[in-house]
């Protein structure tokens, strides 16, 4: 008699993941992620460099070419009133940041994804890391804040779940954009406006005016803070994984991006 076949195991970062495990990694998946941890960290010092000796981008284009225009929806603006509502002045404008940044790169890229989504999904992102519950990943939280805000605005279950996924993916090290567009953007944005990883390939002047028109108000120290708190309350998640082998809280508390 054969066999019973185990169910395939939901991908390490993914929605289907996060609500299995609390987020919290086996030994064998955070030995998987390792190389892919130590290439960002690689790339954050050669991008660190770029930026430094202001290297300019090959494309010639300025922000104009590359700002994206806000989606009139009702889902982004329950998006916002959310991130405002439950999120400080300095995280609600690293969500403005991030949708921005992802946004561009995105173009540069020339990928496609849905841009009402990754406004909603930029904006609350990072809603549940002001708040750590032990043993309970921070992406849970602001995955389930999307979940509301997507059935107050109507949105379908696909593109809820599309958000949910995307959010609780975008601090898997090594995330593709096969994995998922809109975690992959959310994370390259992120970098971007924390770390500096890509930021040399967006536009000064696109840099300087995403600062003018959403301040960064200390977020560096914020978040850092923030950081530091989800790694220690939720042992061998992601959180605690990049800040313990890659020492990602102290990566954006000194690495203020160059205006």
């Not at 944005?189 to 600062?211: C, N, S, Y």
Request: aromatic content about 8%.
């Amino acid at each position: 008699m054969d066999g019973a076949v185990s169910p395939a195991k939901p991908p390490v970062g993914s929605w289907d993941w996060l609500t299995e495990t609390g987020g919290v990694l086996t030994a064998k998946e955070r030995l998987a992620l390792v190389p892919s941890l130590a290439g960002t960290f690689g790339r954050f010092s050669l991008d660190r460099l770029r930026l430094a000796v202001r290297a300019r981008p090959r494309h010639g284009l300025a922000a104009e070419d590359l700002w994206p225009a806000p989606p009139d929806s009702q889902l982004c603006r329950h998006a916002e009133q959310e991130a405002r509502d439950l999120q400080s002045p300095a995280v609600v404008n690293h969500g403005y940041r991030t949708w921005v940044f992802g946004a561009a790169l995105a173009k540069l890229d020339e990928a496609m994804f849905d841009p009402e989504l990754f406004h909603a999904a930029s904006l609350l992102h990072d809603l549940g890391l002001e708040h750590t519950e032990p043993g309970r990943c921070f992406t849970r939280r602001s995955g389930e804040s999307a979940e509301a805000v997507a059935e107050r605005s109507g949105l379908d279950r696909a593109g809820s779940l599309e958000m949910m996924n995307g959010i609780a993916m975008h601090i898997t090290p090594g995330l593709r954009y096969d994995d998922s567009a809109l975690g992959f953007y959310l994370q390259a944005g992120a970098m971007a406006d924390l770390a500096g990883l890509r930021a040399w390939q967006l536009p000064k002047d696109l840099r300087a005016r995403a600062d003018q028109a959403y301040p960064r108000q200390r977020v560096h120290e914020v978040l850092s803070r923030c950081w530091h708190a989800e790694a220690q309350a939720v042992p061998n998640g992601r959180a605690h994984f990049a800040d313990k082998w890659g020492g990602f809280s102290r990566i954006v508390k000194w690495f203020p991006v160059a205006k």
